[in-house]
Nanobody, 123 residues
Framework: QVQLVESGGGSVQAGGSLRLSCAAS????????MGWFRQAPGKEREGVAS????????YYADSVKGRFTISRDNAKNRLYLQMNSLKPEDTAIYYC????????????????WGQGTQVTVSS
């Protein structure tokens, strides 16, 4: 089992940047697929980006490709999401998530979830 705590959310104007972090503890972090998901008010949760356990492969939602970058540091048990060129439609609660065996893409079932961090982008 793994515990996840997100940080780095906040308020920013359109075009700005934020970097989210997720601290993991518990089971060996380096064996888990990791992902970022988000949920906007009145909308379903959606996948944003995910990365394989060794960081060799990444997956992105079309809406964030070219603007967001997911990365992980297995030595520090950390996951990151660099968000550039932010848009008002990126406003949401962002969640860090983990899963064990299987595919790491955004359609897979992620088992462990953090509490979320709010990102607000104003126009």
């Amino acid at each position: 089992q793994v515990q996840l705590v997100e940080s780095g959310g906040g308020s920013v104007q359109a075009g700005g940047s934020l970097r989210l972090s997720c601290a993991a503890s518990g089971s060996p972090y380096s064996t888990y697929c990791m992902g970022w998901f988000r949920q906007a008010p009145g909308k379903e949760r959606e996948g944003v980006a995910s990365v394989t356990s060794d960081g060799s492969s990444t997956y992105y939602a079309d809406s964030v490709k070219g603007r967001f970058t997911i990365s992980r540091d297995n030595a520090k048990n950390r996951l990151y999401l660099q968000m550039n060129s932010l848009k008002p439609e990126d406003t949401a609660i962002y969640y860090c998530a983990a899963r064990g065996r299987g595919s790491c893409d955004l359609t897979s079932d992620y088992v462990y979830w953090g509490q979320g961090t709010q990102v607000t982008v104003s126009s």
